[in-house]
């Protein structure tokens, strides 16, 4: 029975899952940007806002708040978002950098990074885990070439296209998101582990989880390890 197994292929979020100290990050970027005590203000209700699980974090949202903050600061979008952009990128690279050498450390020859385009793959075998990172994020494409982040304004269509692709998988989906994350893979039908620290067990039995809710990416992992 054992030969049978299906093989295993991690989904991951990128911003505020893979990359987990995103919003800290961007709060430093926002602050560095902006320089507006009414624009942090701003940026603080939004934030609380967010924590609720109930906003998408697309990049059209992203493009509205940046425009309203430059307004609010009397800044040129286009310089304050690119301006964004490059400070992004350069934490995402270091964010990404070591989470792959925590994985490899903590889980020697567990995981590898799934290539979706390429099928010959360094690393692969029958015995470990791929691995995918998928973002609706337009910056993370800035990166993407290196590191293999699936960039796309709707996860439901990201997530379509890898159930297709590795329909011979047995696939779970870890991410902080319901909007963006959860809801997009239970429509699927697929396995998932929500990364949240504010929404109750008991507001979650709507979905009928089929793994756990936790309150961080290591918690999430030890979690998917524990049905390996």
Do not use: W
């Amino acid at each position: 029975m054992e030969e049978n197994k299906k093989k295993r292929l991690l989904v991951f979020d990128f911003d505020g899952t893979f990359f987990e100290n995103f919003f800290e990050i961007d709060r430093k970027i926002i602050n560095e940007v902006f320089k507006n005590k009414l624009v942090l203000f701003v940026d603080n209700v939004a934030r609380k806002v967010n924590s609720l699980g109930i906003v998408k974090n697309t990049t059209r949202v992203f493009k509205l708040r940046i425009l309203t903050y430059a307004i609010l600061s009397f800044k040129s979008y286009f310089k304050v978002k690119e301006a964004y952009r490059k400070m992004y990128v350069k934490e995402a690279t270091n964010a990404v950098l070591k989470l792959q050498a925590d994985l490899d450390a903590k889980y020697p020859n567990k995981f590898y990074h799934k290539a979706f385009q390429n099928e010959c793959e360094n690393g692969s075998d029958e015995k470990k885990i791929g691995y995918i990172i998928i973002s609706n994020n337009e910056f993370s494409s800035s990166i993407k070439a290196e590191y293999q982040i699936l960039v796309e304004h709707s996860k439901l269509n990201l997530l379509k296209e890898i159930k297709t692709k590795f329909n011979d998988y047995d696939i779970c989906m870890i991410g902080d998101s319901i909007l963006d994350d959860i809801i997009p893979a239970k429509i699927l039908g697929i396995s998932f582990i929500h990364i949240t620290k504010n929404v109750s067990k008991e507001k979650m039995t709507f979905f009928e989880r089929k793994k756990a809710i936790v309150n961080s990416l290591d918690h999430a992992i030890k979690e998917f390890l524990r049905d390996d």
